[in-house]
């Protein structure tokens, strides 16, 4: 028959289990920050999958988990949403969207939300001329064209897009842009709105 021991425990267990006790916090972190950047490469590889399909529900979805915890890549989410308002036809939610992601993007690391953020502020430019409004599209087409122009090298001009019409856009951004501006100089004023009817 074994004898029970009464008493203190022994120094060696104390420590063990101090260290356990210790450590299972710091473990349960480097557990959640490996799962963290793990949903970001899965989830980031869904999301362009979910654009691609211009699936805007499962881009919103994607934003979600994104967000949740969004310190390693903090560009990603509005980046994501960014991408889901333009399929949505939400240019000014885009535009912010983008404009956020851009302000926590690396500039050596910026040129697809800068394309983005340039593409995006082009439409509205080209939505504001249409109806009229010259002094916004100038004032949008300027924007756009400083955002090619703070862009990293061949971000724009000299890119090496796989997709040819894609490579085209970009590397026509500058021109483009500055060739709606001058046509704006040119164009004549709007009439002013007809009277309203008598009474």
């Given at each position: 028959m074994?004898?029970?021991?009464?008493?203190?425990?022994?120094a060696r267990l104390r420590t063990r289990r101090r260290l356990v006790l210790w450590s299972t916090?710091?473990?349960?972190?480097?557990?959640?920050?490996?799962?963290?950047?793990?949903?970001?490469v899965f989830v980031g590889n869904?999301?362009?999958?979910?654009?691609?399909?211009s699936d805007a529900e499962s881009l919103a979805t994607d934003a979600a988990i994104l967000g949740v915890?969004?310190?390693?890549?903090?560009?990603?989410?509005?980046?994501?949403?960014?991408?889901?308002?333009?399929?949505?036809?939400?240019?000014?939610?885009?535009?912010a969207l983008f404009d956020e992601a851009l302000t926590r993007t690396r500039d050596a690391q910026s040129c697809p939300v800068r394309v983005n953020l340039t593409l995006v502020r082009e439409r509205r430019g080209d939505d504001a001329a249409f109806i009229g409004r010259?002094?916004?599209?100038?004032?949008?087409?300027?924007?756009?064209?400083?955002?090619?122009?703070?862009?990293?090298?061949?971000?724009?001009?000299?890119?090496?897009?796989p997709d040819q019409e894609r490579r085209a856009v970009r590397a026509d951004a500058a021109a483009r842009l500055q060739a709606k501006i001058d046509g704006l100089r040119d164009a004549p004023p709007m009439a002013p709105p007809p009277p309203p009817p008598p009474p």
């Open positions: 074994r004898r029970r021991r009464t008493g203190r425990i022994p916090p710091l473990a349960l972190a480097v557990v959640l920050v490996a799962v963290k950047l793990l949903s970001v869904a999301a362009v999958r979910d654009y691609a399909d915890a969004n310190v390693i890549e903090p560009a990603k989410a509005p980046f994501v949403k960014g991408a889901q308002a333009v399929l949505e036809r939400r240019l000014d939610d885009a535009d010259n002094a916004d599209a100038r004032d949008l087409y300027t924007q756009a064209l400083g955002i090619v122009a703070q862009a990293p090298g061949n971000c724009f001009a000299g890119n090496t897009d």
